[in-house]
């Protein structure tokens, strides 16, 4: 009997939610079949914050394609660092503009407000998703990345500056110099200069023979 009850609940939980609305609605979290929205807040006011000192609407577009100006990396945002006052209610527009999954999130946010401190936007493909949050008045330079694996390491990591914030992070292309950067060496041996000075030659005499043989 009590299995039996379990099971309903559980169908019940399962069965509900799915029905009638396309998206759903969780705690602080919207979910459909383009994407998510974690802890957005278009109204809550940081504990800091007497009110809301101004909206900046910012578009942030995240795909491969904006990652060609970084020789070397895969994935980036169109922008690397974003400046607002503070207490600003920062009006996103994500939209992502490859095939494959990207997120948008930002860490270090007040706890009380975003739990785990974190805001977070996905876009499971090609889409675009529209999301607010009010930061505190706090100078911070808060990391602004996607998750999910080697994303950020290839590119997708940018930073987003309160009051002009307080430093830049590592490793934001184009911004900053990684904590540890990877070094690639050639080893110039003997033969590799024989074979450097090898290719030279021959790619003038080649072209030289070809040319007179036409006349
Ligand atoms: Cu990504």
New binding site residues.
């Given amino acids: 009997m009590r299995l039996l009850l379990t099971l309903l609940v559980l169908l019940g939980f399962h069965v509900h939610p799915a029905q009638g609305d396309e998206a759903m609605m969780h705690h602080s979290m919207m979910m459909d079949e383009k994407g998510m929205i974690m802890n957005a807040n278009s109204d809550n006011l940081p504990k800091d914050c007497p009110k809301i000192s101004g909206d900046v609407n910012i578009t942030i577009h ?1 795909g491969q394609k904006q990652a060609l100006k970084f020789p070397g990396k895969m ?1 980036a945002f169109d922008n690397q660092e974003w400046n607002v006052a503070p207490c600003s209610r920062i009006n996103i527009t994500f939209i992502n503009d ?1 095939q ?4 948008l999130m930002i860490h270090g946010l007040p706890g009380y407000l975003y739990p785990q401190g974190m805001f977070h936007l996905e876009l499971y493909g090609q889409g675009e998703l529209k999301a607010s949050l009010i930061v505190p008045s706090q100078k911070k330079t808060y990391l602004v990345h ?3 694996a080697q ?2 390491e290839k590119g ?1 990591k940018a930073q987003l500056k309160v009051d002009g914030g307080d430093g830049d992070l590592p490793s934001i292309p184009g911004i900053s110099k990684p904590v540890k950067a990877d070094s690639y060496p050639v080893d110039w041996q003997q033969t590799s200069w024989a074979i450097l000075i090898l290719c030279v030659l021959l790619g003038c005499v080649i072209p030289f023979f070809i040319i007179r043989n036409r006349s």
């Fill in positions: 995240a994935f490859d494959i999954r990207h997120q996607c998750e999910l994303h950020m997708m």
